[in-house]
């Protein structure tokens, strides 16, 4: 992993500090409806057929294997579409922008815990199956964004496996001059959903859960996260377990 170094002769590199990479769906806000009705008009627009009506299950997936499910669930597999969709579904998030503001819903605890770990230094950025825009909508809406260093967050606009944007974000974020050398240890995933889980253990860095998405607590004590909550409301023992 690419270490952050002084450039001035006899300045120290800065020292290592925690870095928290964010999922958002679930994990810090809700957005009622809004992906859905993102990604149907989308898949309308784009194929002129209806989003198939069959059970799907969102959570931990990245936007492009998103719009490649439901492509393929209404005939469609080429790779063009893929592309079109995921421009629609940006397009949709700017239409529907005043419908997001209307009914986010944040998460218990995660405008204080985002608060307190900037307080603490902690470097906070996102690791999102979101394509960049949804998730910078997203999290305006919410009034988070300023607690975050979207610009070196890994989304699903940069690759389709969720892993790979674990690497990207944090690839991005050891450019940063006031970093210095990242230590894996203290990096964490904090997210809802298996699929967060996983792209810690591929990535090789540590992982908080919590039950506020689609999962409970039972369902995510088995998956080797180093911790799991039922949310984020105890603000002081979230910091404690994270050792921010």
Known sequence: MKSVRSIVPGVPAPTARNV??????????????????????????????????????????????????????????DDDAVVRLLAEVERNYDEFADDLRSSIVTMPGAADLLDRCAELQAVQSVVTGNIRHAARR???????????????????????????????????????????????SAVWIIGDTPRDAACARGAGVRCLLVATGTYSVDALSDLGADHVLADLADVERVLDLLGT
């Open 20 to 77: 928290l990479l964010w999922d958002i769906d679930g994990t810090l806000l809700r957005t009622p409806g809004v992906g859905v009705k993102a990604f149907a008009r989308a898949l309308e627009t784009v194929t002129g057929k209806p989003m198939a009506r069959i059970a799907y299950d969102f959570g931990g997936k990245t936007d492009p294997l998103i719009a490649r499910d439901l492509l393929e669930a209404v005939g469609v597999g």
């Open 138 to 184: 997203k999290l305006e809406a919410a009034g988070f964004d300023h607690r975050l260093d979207l610009e070196r967050g890994g989304y699903g606009s940069d690759h389709h496996d969720r892993t790979e944007l674990v690497r990207i974000a944090l690839s991005r974020l050891a450019a940063r001059d006031d970093i210095g050398e990242i230590d894996p």
